[in-house]
């Protein structure tokens, strides 16, 4: 068996279908499923099993589909590390939701002068599925908001945020005489926050909680942009990370309201142990580093 044949009984698992998984792979649909024949006749079991329209792993075939992927995600691992000492083609960088708007540019530029044959690609994810995406070896580094232990990963603490209040420097807070806002003097203007279960809300809402406090925003999103574009359209207050607004209060588009509360959160960089540093992963780890800190 080669690891053609792993590839392929594993596309074929992820979507159900031979004839999916033909053209995510540019097969024939019979060529396909001649592969997945030659997997059976060769351990002599049953891989699959039709359920309707769609293909079921049996038993067998689900913990084949585990142990293939560790083959497949440990090969990447290999050819990783014996191109060592050439240049990469192409680097992913992931990152929690909102940061990859507050820093990609910045880091693309500056990565694109210094390796220009080098394609850095950006994946914006929550923080638990970007740490799925660097286990399996499809980001090649992620700077997160939150981790979980995972003894393939190394995690760096490289850096303590603030969420504050910012708003457009039109806004008129109804509150206007009595600065600093607390949470309660907060929770009676026009907010713009994230959804429920997102980190920056579940660090405001505890806030709130603690002071007894009920926050009824005028809009909700799952999108840093969108808050951050509303505010900037004057249609409220959000709160957000500093390093995500830094260059619109540099510039003046955005202006901070002081308020009585100012809860700080820790980012990682993450990335697997067992791969070795490329030059131009150790760049981008060094861009990280000096940006949040400038």
Request: with cysteine; glycine share 6%; hydrophobic share 40%.
């Amino acid at each position: 068996m080669t690891l053609h044949h792993l590839q392929v009984f594993c596309s074929v698992c992820e979507e159900g279908s031979m004839t999916k998984a033909a053209v995510k792979l540019n097969m024939t649909q019979p060529g396909v499923s001649r592969i997945i024949s030659e997997l059976e006749g060769h351990y002599k079991v049953i891989l699959f099993l039709r359920k309707g329209r769609s293909l079921m792993p049996t038993p067998q075939g689900s913990q084949f589909y585990h142990d293939s992927k560790l083959v497949l995600q440990e090969f990447h691992r290999q050819e990783m590390n014996i191109r060592q000492g050439q240049r990469l083609s192409s680097v992913v960088f992931g990152c929690t939701t909102g940061l990859g708007f507050a820093i990609g540019s910045v880091l693309a530029n500056d990565f694109k002068k210094k390796f220009p044959a080098c394609r850095l690609s950006f994946c914006d994810n929550t923080s638990r599925n970007i740490q799925h995406m660097v286990v399996k070896g499809e980001c090649n580094l992620a700077m997160v908001q939150n981790v979980w232990d995972d003894d393939k990963l190394i995690e760096e603490a490289f850096y303590t945020d603030r969420l504050i209040a910012v708003a457009s420097p039109s806004y008129q807070p109804r509150n206007s005489l009595k600065e600093p806002l607390g949470i309660k003097d907060l929770a009676r203007e026009d907010l713009l926050l994230m959804e429920k279960g997102r980190t920056t809300r579940n660090m405001i809402e505890k806030i709130a909680v603690d002071k007894k406090v009920t926050l009824d925003p005028i809009w909700t999103s799952a999108a840093v942009a969108n808050l951050k574009e509303l505010a900037l359209q004057n249609r409220g207050i959000t709160v957000i990370f500093e390093i995500m607004v830094r260059r619109e209060l540099r510039n003046g588009m955005l202006v901070r309201i002081p308020t009585t509360f100012s809860p700080t959160k820790t980012f990682y960089l993450i990335r697997r142990k067992d791969t070795w540093i490329s030059e131009e992963v150790e760049y981008l780890l060094s861009l990280c580093r000096q940006y949040v800190h400038s």
